[in-house]
């Protein structure tokens, strides 16, 4: 069994930046595929990066040169980097592993909130 918790998340302004952690238990991270979705309120649940087991990534395109998502398999812990946020990044952002890309979503975190308002 896999537990994911987030942390991070918080209220900032437009502009602004926060990074996102996600620690994993067990000894199959470095093995997943990593990633995060994010879900608003009314809204349909998007991802916005994922990060293979060989560190590959891919972004959506709404947050393409903004976000970076990355992992340390040492400290079982994705993280995601989020730069220049807008207000419609604002949602709950949740950390997710899957074996591949496209397997599905075998574990997911509680999810962490961000704000981005002035």
């Known amino acids: 069994q896999v537990q994911l918790v987030e942390s991070g998340g918080g209220v900032v302004q437009p502009g602004g930046s926060l990074r996102l952690s996600c620690a994993a238990s067990g000894s199959i991270f470095s093995f997943y595929t990593m990633g995060w979705y994010r879900q608003a309120p009314g809204k349909q649940r998007d991802v916005v990066a994922r990060?293979?087991?060989?560190?590959?990534?891919n972004y959506a395109d709404s947050v393409k040169g903004r976000f970076t998502i990355s992992r340390d398999n040492a400290k079982n812990t994705v993280y995601l980097q989020m730069n220049v946020l807008k207000p419609e990044d604002t949602a709950v952002y949740y950390c997710f592993a899957e074996r591949y890309i496209g397997y599905g979503f075998e574990y997911w975190g509680q999810g962490t909130q961000v704000t981005v308002s002035s």
């Open positions: 990060i293979t087991s060989g560190s590959s990534t």
